[in-house]
Every structure is written in structure tokens, then in C-alpha cells.
């Protein structure tokens, strides 16, 4: 019986997915590592947990270490060290390496986790990405300027997502981004191109070193406008149908670059812009699965689980292709203004144009205070098998819909 240990820090929603996908898996006795005390966890995962461990620091790999320790002196032989959380990659690698648990390396987990690194290796492979540089000092980043123009892209060099990211256009904007991101040789930056274009991302499950599924979505608008915009209520749109060529080059570039960073068994989380002139420019990839609801979009479209797709490929490296069927899109309704939700507007009228096509939503609610993430105060998801009529109700959703914050 394979005994799994899953380390998570927080009990975020999407996190408790993960953790019960693979408590779930037949004949798997898992192991929790948390800073999180127990009666915190619902009773629906708790009755799937065989071993319990509370850290003081879950992010530490030292004290994970000592969870999984504990872990395996009461259940046994560790078969697989997992998490879903970016932060802490590199620290269940170092755990893997340092206890002989079968995954992703520490230095394979650098390879994404270090922005600057990751770059390096690409751009060595031959494949395209914003031309870069990591930042010790606020020099750096004033040379980098100067050599490529504006706009550029500063943010830490193990940064998430659009988290902690400035465009920057001028030198007020750099002056006021190296102020927040503060760059020393102990806590570099990255800085790059500003690239003008679509923002996609590129998900790839891979067993052994193989890519053997791939799904890809877009953005609109990108994460990075939506950040410096607060008003704006962004949607992530998967298409129905990617098996054209118009995606051959995406795909190679992926795929490579998936090889490149030294991906064995996993599921990647890779963005990427088309150009204006029709190239490819990869961004960057996460070693994790993506956020910004795709795992439910994937679900919804392919009639899945991929939470528990997910799982089955961690644990046992199996995962059965599923056939897309549907095209899916998420709206993010993100609030205007400062404080908690006053109200929300449009909900009627947008229910009664599309309210056929959604087929899950988590909505804003008066009182509720401000979220800390992109994402917004709520969202909603569409899927159509048409993927014109999904990307019409979504413009349509956003348009309508209005989310108004007060003090």
C-alpha cells in the first residue's frame, strides 16, 4: 500500500482539492504536513488522513524533513513526497533528495522555481523567450533599461504568477518598483522585455520525461494589465478544439521546454505570448498545476476529474487521456474601490442572457473584504461546445456584471 505524504502549509480551497484526490486513490495511505492545527480540516478530508503532523513552519525543509520522518516511522516507507504550492518546491526536493523519496529533484525544482535560471536554460535550448537579466543591485536593473528601452518587466526572481510584477515604462516607474522589489544579491530580481502580444498558457502532463497530454488556454486581457488595473474583470478562455496548426508552434516550444528544465513525471504550468508578428515568446513555466481556474475549466471541458487525473499521475505515473468535448471560460469579477463588497449589480440580467452556460460560479457576497488575489472576490464558469458562443457570453458576463467595494 503506497504511503503518500502531501505537504501543505495552508488549507487554502484549492489546495483541500488536491489533498482529497489523493486521499481518494485507491489503496493510498496519506500523510498531512501543515502549520494548520487538525480541527481545521473538513471532516470529509479528515477521514482520509492516516498521519497528521503540524509544523511550526511547513515551508522549512528541515521541518519537513522531520514530518516525514515522524510520518514514516508510524506508516512506513515513504512512496511519494508531494505539494501543490510553488513556494515549496525546491524544499521537497531537497527533503526527496536527502531521504531517497522518488520525484522532482532540488535542482530540477530550481530550474523553475529560479526565473532567471530557467531563462538561461531555455535560451541555451534554442527556444524563445524574453531577452532578461537577474538583478543584485539597482544598477542592474538601470543598464537593462537602458540597453533594451521601455518598457521592461521587473519582479523577484522566484516570484508567482502576476504576483509582486511591475511593468515598468519610465524611470519614475523603475525608480518606484526597485523600492518594493528591493534587489540584493541574497534576494535577487529578474528583469526583461516588455512582450506586446497574447497571453496564453500551456499546460503539459509528462510521465518518465514524455509529454502524453497538453491543453493550452488565453488570457484576456493579461494577468499583468488586469494587476495594474484593478477594475478590470479578466477571463481565461479554453477553446474547444487545439489540434491545429496554428498551435505546432507552441506545441514544439512546450514540449521542449518542459525536456529542457528536466521535467520527469508531472503536470507543468507554462505561459507564453503570440507575438503581434506571429511568434512564440515563453514567459515562464511552473513546475505545479496552473491556478486561475484551469484545472476546473480542463474538468468541465473534458467531462474529468483532473484534480484526481492529477493525483493518479503522481502517485501511480498512469494518467488516461481524456476527449475534450466542450469549450470552457472563467470570468473573474473583480470589485471596484477599496473595503468590503457593498453590492453587486447585473446579476439578474447577465442570469437571464447566459445563465444557461454556467455551470459552476462562486459569487461575490455582500460583507465579503477585499481578496489579496488577481482572481478578485469571485468567478464564474461557462462551457458551451461552441467556443465563439463561450468567448461572447464571457464579454458579455464581464461587461455586465459589476462588483462595488466601500469602506
Not at 515513504?78 to 501543490?84: A, E, F, I, N, P
Not at 537579466?133 to 526572481?157: I, M, N, S, T, Y
Not at 511593468?167 to 530580481?189: F, G, K, Y
Not at 498558457?201 to 494587476?227: C, G, K, N, Q
Request: negative net charge; hydrophobic residues 40%.
Amino acid at each position: 500500500m503506497p504511503h503518500v505524504i502531501f505537504t501543505a502549509p495552508f488549507f487554502m480551497d484549492t489546495t483541500l482539492r488536491f489533498i482529497r484526490s489523493v486521499g481518494e486513490l485507491q489503496g493510498v495511505e496519506l500523510g498531512l504536513i501543515t502549520q494548520e492545527p487538525r480541527h481545521k480540516l473538513p471532516a470529509d478530508i479528515d477521514h482520509l488522513i492516516h498521519g497528521y503532523v503540524q509544523l511550526d513552519d511547513a515551508m522549512n525543509a528541515d521541518q519537513i524533513a522531520q514530518g516525514v520522518r515522524l510520518l514514516q516511522a508510524r506508516l512506513g516507507p515513504v512512496h511519494r513526497l508531494l505539494g501543490t504550492l510553488e513556494h515549496i518546491q525546491v524544499q521537497l526536493g531537497e527533503v526527496r533528495d536527502a531521504l531517497g523519496i522518488t520525484g522532482m529533484s532540488a535542482e530540477v525544482a530550481k530550474n523553475f522555481r529560479d526565473k532567471a535560471r530557467m531563462k538561461d536554460l531555455l535560451r541555451n535550448a534554442g527556444l524563445p523567450c524574453a531577452r532578461h537579466r537577474a538583478v543584485e543591485q539597482p544598477d542592474d536593473a538601470w543598464q537593462f533599461a537602458r540597453e533594451v528601452g521601455f518598457p521592461v518587466v521587473l519582479k523577484p526572481k522566484e516570484g508567482v504568477g502576476a504576483a509582486i510584477t511591475f511593468r515598468v515604462d519610465n524611470d519614475d516607474d523603475l525608480r518606484a518598483a526597485l523600492d518594493v522589489v528591493r534587489p540584493a544579491p541574497q534576494r535577487q530580481a529578474i528583469i526583461e522585455e516588455f512582450i506586446v502580444g497574447e497571453e496564453h498558457s500551456f499546460e503539459v502532463v509528462s510521465i518518465r520525461s514524455e509529454p502524453v497530454w497538453h491543453s493550452l488556454t488565453r488570457y484576456s486581457p493579461t494577468p499583468l494589465d488586469a494587476m495594474r488595473n484593478p477594475w478590470i474583470q479578466w477571463c481565461v478562455i479554453l477553446p474547444r478544439d487545439i489540434s491545429g496548426h496554428e498551435w505546432d508552434d507552441v506545441r514544439k516550444a512546450g514540449f521542449a521546454a518542459v525536456k529542457a528544465l528536466g521535467i520527469e513525471t508531472g503536470l507543468t504550468h507554462m505561459e507564453w505570448f503570440r507575438r503581434r508578428d506571429g511568434s512564440v515568446a515563453i514567459s515562464e513555466i511552473a513546475a505545479r498545476p496552473p491556478g486561475a481556474q484551469i484545472m476546473t475549466l480542463n474538468g468541465h471541458a473534458h467531462r474529468f476529474d483532473l484534480y484526481r487525473a492529477w493525483a493518479k499521475l503522481m502517485v501511480y505515473e498512469v494518467f488516461d487521456q481524456p476527449e475534450r468535448q466542450f469549450a470552457a471560460g472563467a470570468a473573474f469579477l473583480r470589485g471596484q474601490g477599496q473595503g468590503r463588497v457593498a453590492r453587486v449589480t447585473g446579476l439578474d440580467k447577465a442570469h437571464k442572457a447566459i445563465g444557461h452556460l454556467v455551470v459552476e460560479a462562486k459569487l461575490p457576497q455582500v460583507g465579503q473584504p477585499k481578496s489579496s488575489s488577481y482572481e478578485g472576490e469571485g468567478y464564474a464558469v461557462l462551457c458551451h461546445p461552441d467556443t465563439a458562443v463561450v468567448t461572447h457570453a464571457l464579454r458579455d458576463l464581464v461587461s455586465t456584471v459589476h462588483v462595488e467595494l466601500e469602506q
